[in-house]
């Protein structure tokens, strides 16, 4: 990660706005989970390949294996434990009572939504260099980068939450065509 460099502040960076604004539609944070937690699936590195998407650009499995390798080991080594920690807070904490515990947990969830957006950083800054991919229709980029990121895995994702998030994603299309 030495190699990357922040290309934007938070309030500037285009695709933490559209993942701030597009996690929150109906359902997306649930088939995220799922995907996260029965898939595999790195939550940034799908919501990058949507945001992608927003932008006309379909990228092929080799691009997207490239860039989840390239951020691979930020969310393994730094995002997975900071999380596994939350998660275990959430539970049943050892020796703190629930009041501690939870006062504990909301500064790790903060922390880890801050190592999501650094990654989130990472990610945005491989844009800086020229468009990825080529150029598609949102719909199809989206349906296209979804199925890129599952050829790069090798796997297939939940169909409910992948048809979720790409309804979350026209729903979220029309709305931005809705406001010019």
């Known amino acids: 990660m030495s190699s990357v460099e922040p290309a934007s502040t938070p309030q500037s960076n285009p695709f933490w706005t559209f993942s701030l604004g597009y996690y929150r539609g109906a359902g997306v944070s649930e088939a995220c989970l799922e995907l996260q937690d029965n898939c595999g699936v790195d939550v940034n590195v799908m919501l990058f390949l ?67 957006r650094l ?34 895995m090798g796997l297939s ?5 992948v048809d979720v998030l790409i309804g979350a994603f026209d729903t979220a299309q029309i709305g931005a065509f809705a406001g010019r």
């Open 50 to 116: 949507l945001w992608q998407a927003t932008l006309k650009r379909q990228l092929g499995a080799t691009q997207v294996k490239a860039l989840a390798e390239k951020v691979g080991p930020w969310q393994i080594d730094v995002i997975g434990p900071i999380r596994g920690l939350r998660r275990m807070l959430k539970g049943n904490a050892p020796l703190l009572d629930k009041g501690a515990a939870e006062l504990f947990r909301t500064k790790v969830k903060a922390i880890e939504l801050e190592a999501e």
């Open 119 to 152: 990654q989130q950083e990472a990610l945005y800054w491989f844009t800086q260099a020229g468009p990825l991919g080529r150029a598609a229709a949102p719909h199809a980029a989206a349906r296209g980068n979804v199925a890129s990121y599952e050829a790069a």
């Open 157 to 161: 994702f939940a169909k409910k939450a």
